[in-house]
């Protein structure tokens, strides 16, 4: 297997992350060697029973869409440890795997501001997301945020209409339209930034991305400015 359909299998294997996977690469030289080791090769190298069924599993039709989202040439897949990887990000203890990226990878090392909130803000708090976001877009900084409704759309909206640079990081596959209403935004975002996703192709809105979705946001950013939220809020 190449080292790219490596990474890509290892980027779906559930309860993987970065410190797990860094453990591993102590005991073999590449990722292509981890997905083709025997059984017995990866218990004595610390995989969890769990990983070492997933990877004995047939994953071939994952692959291959995998692969397919890949021909796009905006649509890419940074690896953990490679040199586009978001040192900050890197530093978290459940660093994901991979990041899926539509846009530019390279914006991933800027230095980013996250701006989050509200999915129902009020009109003011959508007004002060939108003119805190373009005005440290002007300052230089990225702005990082969820790509929900709300707040996180306004902060990528006033970063656009400053001319600078956003993230949006989704708690789905790229390849989902989510939010539906959104979709000009992902185009934009695509032209001035990027879209990531720690979840495959074909990942759907499940509740529970949501949350891990937050600890990548927080991750890429020297800080976070909520702008809105109610005290129970993610």
Same mark, same amino acid.
């Given at each position: 297997?190449?080292?790219?359909?490596?990474?890509?299998?290892?980027?779906?294997?559930?309860?993987?992350?970065?410190?797990?996977?860094?453990?591993?690469?102590?005991?073999?030289?590449?990722?292509?060697?981890? =997905?083709?080791?025997?059984?017995?090769?990866?218990?004595?190298?610390?995989?969890?029973?769990?990983?070492?069924?997933?990877?004995?599993?047939?994953?071939?039709?994952?692959?291959?869409?995998?692969?397919?989202?890949?021909?796009?040439?905006?649509?890419?897949?940074?690896?953990?440890?490679?040199?586009?990887?978001?040192?900050?990000?890197?530093?978290?203890?459940?660093?994901?795997?991979?990041?899926?990226?539509?846009?530019?990878?390279?914006?991933?090392?800027?230095?980013?501001?996250?701006?989050?909130? %509200?999915?129902?803000?009020?009109?003011?708090?959508?007004?002060?997301?939108?003119?805190?976001?373009?005005?440290?877009?002007?300052?230089?900084?990225?702005?990082? %945020?969820?790509?929900?409704?709300?707040?996180?759309? $306004?902060?990528?909206?006033?970063?656009?209409? $400053?001319?600078?640079?956003?993230?949006?990081?989704?708690?789905?596959?790229?390849?989902?339209?989510?939010?539906?209403?959104?979709?000009?935004?992902?185009?934009?975002? $695509?032209?001035?930034?990027?879209?990531?996703?720690?979840?495959?192709?074909?990942?759907?809105?499940?509740?529970?991305?949501?949350?891990?979705?937050?600890?990548?946001? %927080?991750?890429?950013?020297?800080?976070?400015? =909520?702008?809105?939220?109610?005290?129970?809020?993610?």
């Amino acid at each position: 297997m190449d080292e790219l359909s490596a990474w890509l299998t290892l980027g779906r294997a559930p309860g993987l992350d970065g410190a797990a996977l860094q453990s591993l690469l102590a005991h073999h030289p590449s990722p292509s060697s981890i =997905v083709s080791a025997s059984p017995a090769t990866l218990r004595a190298s610390g995989a969890t029973a769990s990983l070492i069924e997933w990877l004995q599993a047939n994953r071939e039709l994952d692959l291959a869409l995998d692969l397919k989202w890949l021909e796009h040439p905006e649509h890419h897949f940074v690896a953990w440890g490679s040199p586009l990887y978001p040192t900050l990000l890197a530093q978290i203890p459940d660093a994901p795997v991979g990041l899926y990226v539509r846009g530019d990878p390279s914006v991933l090392s800027l230095p980013q501001i996250a701006i989050v909130g %509200s999915r129902n803000p009020t009109p003011t708090g959508r007004e002060n997301a939108h003119d805190f976001a373009a005005h440290l877009a002007t300052c230089g900084l990225v702005i990082t %945020s969820g790509f929900a409704l709300g707040i996180d759309a $306004a902060s990528h909206e006033g970063a656009l209409a $400053a001319g600078g640079k956003t993230i949006a990081v989704c708690g789905t596959g790229l390849d989902v339209d989510y939010p539906k209403q959104h979709r000009g935004l992902a185009e934009a975002i $695509a032209r001035s930034g990027a879209l990531i996703s720690e979840f495959p192709v074909g990942t759907p809105a499940l509740k529970s991305n949501f949350p891990r979705r937050n600890r990548i946001i %927080s991750g890429l950013a020297v800080g976070t400015l =909520v702008v809105e939220a109610a005290p129970q809020s993610g």
